[in-house]
């Protein structure tokens, strides 16, 4: 599945409505493809730059394990977390930390 429409709706969301606090629920996702983290990657970052605070919430089994594996763990906490942003940069590159 391509994740380019919750990219873009992320970013939409974030950049026109700005909204102080965006929360994703992931809580009946069941799968989390490379795509998708990076959507969720994309997103934590549009927070960043405007302001928004961001949370991903309720990710479970192999969601959750997607995410920790990625080491974007942090993303799950608020977004004016300063590390996880530098961590967030450093994967949307391709580096590995």
């Known amino acids: ?14 950049v026109i409505e700005r909204p102080d606090e965006l929360i994703l629920d992931l809580g009946a996702v069941t799968g989390l ?4 983290l990076a959507a969720l990657i994309c997103g934590y970052l549009a927070a960043i730059d405007y302001g928004t605070s961001y ?10 394990r ?6 974007t763990l942090d993303m799950r906490a608020d977004s004016d977390d300063v590390g996880a942003l530098l961590l967030a940069l450093l994967l949307i590159d391709g580096s590995r930390i």
Request: proline content about 3%; aromatic content about 0%; some cysteine.
């Open 1 to 14: 599945m391509c994740c380019r429409p919750l990219r873009l709706r992320l970013v939409e969301t974030i």
């Open 33 to 36: 493809s490379s795509a998708g």
């Open 66 to 71: 997607v995410i920790e594996e990625s080491g």
């Open 55 to 64: 949370r991903v919430v309720n990710a479970r089994q192999d969601v959750r």
